[in-house]
């Protein structure tokens, strides 16, 4: 596993760094997000540190996006969440507050401040959702 030890989820995934942890398995791991967009908000986090977006360019990053999009419904469903008014995406270098790979799971979408409704603004330079960017890969 690739790790960045200046990384806070590299610092989470290792112990060194508190975080509420959802779920983890080998690959990926789910914590909640220090500023939430909405009553529920977790990323879902590969444990090998991948920068952002802009460096998935195989199948095999696209195989790692559906499993994160899968384990985070998974864990949206568990907290009696929706995924159908969930958003469910990446920001977009520059727009990116930690550089290492995260999908963002908002859930009630409806729920978003303005603020927060720019900031994952959907089909806009911040923001990327999951389906968009496996499609992308594709």
Request: proline share 6%; with cysteine; net charge negative.
């Amino acid at each position: 596993m690739t790790t960045d030890f200046k990384c806070i989820f590299c610092k989470i995934i290792s112990g060194d760094a508190p975080a509420e942890v959802l779920f983890q398995n080998e690959e990926l791991i789910v914590f909640l997000d220090i500023k939430p967009a909405s009553s529920i908000h977790f990323m879902v986090v590969p444990k090998k540190h991948i920068p952002n977006i802009n460096s998935l360019k195989t199948n095999e990053d696209k195989l790692l996006v559906e499993r994160m999009l899968e384990v985070g419904k998974r864990v949206l469903e568990l907290k009696n969440g929706n995924s159908e008014d969930a958003r469910i995406g990446f920001h977009c270098p520059p727009y990116t507050t930690v550089d290492h790979l995260h999908l963002h799971v908002i859930y009630p979408e409806a729920d978003m401040s303005p603020y927060q409704q720019m900031l994952f603004q959907v089909h806009h330079m911040f923001f990327e959702l999951a389906d968009d960017v496996i499609l992308r890969l594709s």
